[in-house]
């Protein structure tokens, strides 16, 4: 039998679905869409970029006290 052939969600290109990569989505756990290497390695900078801008965005406290 062949084998089963399916397209990036990244790119566009299509990959038999022995190369792709199976992420869950962040916007619906509950679908998942195939990416090839060479997306999923981008797609993993760009969230690791947008933890650490997260991070550094927040806080930790307050500077200053509310005085009524």
């Known amino acids: 039998m062949g084998e089963t052939i399916c397209n990036c969600a ?14 869950k989505s962040e916007i619906y756990p509950y679908r998942c869409k195939y990416y090839c290497m060479v997306c999923n390695q981008q797609k993993e900078k760009r969230d690791a970029l947008k933890n650490v801008r997260v991070r550094v965005a927040k806080p930790s406290r307050a500077s200053y006290l509310f005085k009524y």
């Open 10 to 23: 990244g790119c566009g290109k299509q990959h038999p679905k022995v190369e792709l990569a199976y992420r």
